[in-house]
């Protein structure tokens, strides 16, 4: 079955610094890709989104590029903010115009230090 | 524009009660879905609906739960006789369809069983 697979988390950066949240996916066909975050205390609001191969979503900073030679998307964001400390989820549908259950990864806290 | 609404927010209970939360969804979206997550994993689908039709299930699913969605407005999630295990954050989420089916998140209710 489809699956994501994330980097383990806890992160923790410094202000400034580069993030990178590794993603990876297993899936038939060609699913759409996501990412969401959970602000502390808060639910899951989108963040970006990518719909086919070499796609790149983007949204506050941060792009991820579907590959599928490589079956990832990446999160990356250049300079970090101490409001973007938060957990990352990772997830994929199956595409199409049908009903498109998301599947997760499990998640990855990132902490921003100032 | 108000967003997806759940309540209770939070839930405590005693092994074997029943347990009913509400969705609201977005108005107009015809898509809604529900999903469970536990602490430290990413959601994982539970079930879904096309306005008033429950369309899929999952396994996760066991016959002590039940969903509805009268008049393909609100829903309800209803477990009978909880157990320990069914401890979580319950997650609705809705859609107004397309490719991809971009899912908007609700709070969530966090359900206890003591």
Redesign the interface.
């Known amino acids: 079955g489809n699956s ?1 697979t994330q980097m383990e988390g806890p992160v923790t950066l410094s202000e400034e610094a580069f993030l990178t949240i590794n993603c990876t996916y297993t899936a038939t066909g060609y699913p ?1 890709l ?1 990412w ?1 975050v959970q602000y502390p205390g ?5 963040l970006l ?1 990518a ?1 086919k191969a070499d796609d790149k979503g983007s949204n506050k900073g941060f792009e991820a590029t579907y590959r599928k030679e490589t079956t990832s998307f990446h999160l990356e964001k250049g300079s970090v903010q101490v409001s973007d400390s938060a957990v990352y ?1 990772c ?1 994929l ?1 199956d ?3 049908g ?9 990855t806290r990132l902490t921003i230090n100032p | 524009d108000t967003g997806v609404s759940q309540n209770p927010r939070h839930k405590i209970t005693k092994r074997g009660q029943n347990v009913t939360f509400r969705c609201d969804p977005i108005s107009e979206h015809n898509r809604l879905y529900w999903y469970r997550q536990t602490l430290g994993q990413g959601p994982e689908f539970l079930t879904y609906f096309q306005n008033e039709a429950q369309l899929e299930k999952s396994r996760l699913l066991s016959d002590r739960f039940s969903a509805e969605r009268p008049k393909g407005s609100f829903s309800t999630l209803e477990i009978q006789r909880t157990e320990q295990g069914d401890s979580a954050m319950y997650l609705c989420a809705s859609s107004f369809g397309g490719a991809p089916d971009t899912q908007y998140f609700g709070p969530g209710t966090r359900l206890t069983v003591l």
Request: aromatic content about 16%; hydrophobic content about 40%.
């Open positions: 994501v759409s996501f969401y808060e639910g899951l609001q989108l989104k719909t989820f997830a549908s595409g199409g115009q009903a498109q259950k998301l599947v997760f990864g499990q998640g």
